[in-house]
């Protein structure tokens, strides 16, 4: 008796400790707002989130080359030169006298100031430009879905800590019937003790498995303070929010089975990143066309203070010129220019090769996810049946336990059986119990991945 009644313990406990299971559409208010809670706690989420608005910028900036770029400078500088002057010849016929004979070593020096705006447009990029921003927007949904596969994810494990506090709760409704009626025939045993119609063995059978519910319900409270502290980790809520979360463990039945996996945040990320790569592939070979652009500028220019000696002339020896100032205002320019990589040592070439590559990478993966997800869609399809199926043979099972349960209560008092025999009764009823809610977190298991499956799970969370 003492070994049965250890089984059913351990059994129990197993239970427990090994469920893992989800909710879905019976998944009470306060847990979907505690899985909202913890999608704003997330560091990783907020991570995620932070490179997506990286790729939004990128994109923002990719964009930007589109638009004027307008830039103003402003110079200040003295110049200082030693050098020679080669002027063609000037011959004065009257004097017949050379100008300019010669080269003739002078010394320069002078002061200029410079300001001006200039302004440059690109007319045409090889759609390098258009194709480079689609890229980067097809990126940041690829990363914005993928984010949201994220919260599929927590949200599941999240539903399972909350189910597993509501079993651990069932458990300790089962634990309090079996210790009700076991502490009643205790005190009946007691008595009969008292008037020699039962002997010590009988009283101290029940009081060893009053004593194994004991350690029991320690063993639960443990697991419950566990999951309380894992849920207040995610959701950042207080222990107390988190007890006062209550539902009914009942199981979930889907008012219609999902069909294909279209929905699944991983393919349509997969789908989005084969887009960005067909743009990035236009826009490596835009490349190789030229670029046209169109540019403009006006600038003031003030040479002043000029100081020019020219040595040993002839007739005139040293010269020495000098100006106040030479200025231009405004200089103004319009134009259109071009640009051509007509050779960058293959460069372009390789770059086109690695974006084909990362087509094919890409695709491959896309084929393989696809195939994959189609084949867990149809082992959660057997599951979900399955698991239906066993809840009810479960349901069955209750009925069954509970009645042994009665029948061997009233052939104990009418000392038709021992108080093993009851016991045994007892620890079955139990075990059936805990099985039909072992049976019940298995089926939410199966319709949770079913959702998830088909990518409906977060729809749901937000319904």
Known sequence: MRKKWFWFLYLSFGVVAHQ???????IAPQVKDAIKQSFQASRELKIKSLEVDKTVLEADGVRAKKLPHVDATGLYGFVYTNGSL??????IPILNVGLFEGASAFTMRTQAAY???????????????PNGEKALQEKSKAQTLL??????????ELIAAFDQLMLLGEVDKLIADSEKRLSKEQEKVN??????????????????????LEAKKVEVEGNRDLLVKKIR?????????????????????????????????????????????????KKEKGAALPMLFAFGSANYLNVFDTHLSLKNRPLVGDVDLSNNHLKGRPNLMVGIGAKWDIFNGGEHKSKVKQVQADQAINTL???????????????????????????????????????????????????????????????????????YYGHVMEQRLSAIELLHGTGKLLQTIYE
Request: hydrophobic letters at 40%; zero cysteines; glycine letters at 6%.
């Open 191 to 212: 008595k009969a003790i008292m008037n020699g119609l039962a002997i010590p063995y009988d009283r101290d059978k029940l009081k060893l498995a009053l004593l194994e």
């Open 86 to 91: 080669d002027i063609p010849t000037l011959t």
């Open 147 to 156: 984010m949201e596969s994220g919260k599929e994810g927590m949200a599941k």
């Open 20 to 26: 893992s299971v989800v909710a879905q559409t019976g």
């Open 115 to 129: 300001a001006g705006v200039s302004v440059k447009q690109v007319l045409f990029s090889g759609l390098q430009i």
């Open 365 to 435: 993966k896309l084929q393989d996810t696809e195939e994959k997800l189609n084949l867990l869609l149809e082992k959660n399809k057997v599951g979900y049946a399955v698991s239906n199926q066993k809840l009810h043979v479960g349901e069955q099972q209750i009925k069954v336990a509970e009645n042994n349960l009665r029948l061997a209560s009233k052939q104990y008092q009418a000392g038709l059986i021992d108080v093993t025999e009851l016991l045994a009764a007892e620890n079955d009823w139990y075990k059936v119990n805990l099985g």
């Open 233 to 281: 980790q995610e959701t950042a809520l207080s222990e107390e929010e988190v007890r006062e979360v209550q539902y009914e463990l009942v199981a979930i039945l889907l008012a219609e089975v999902p069909t294909d996996v279209q929905d699944r945040k991983e393919l349509q990320a997969l789908q989005a990143s084969s887009r960005a790569y067909d743009y990035l592939y």
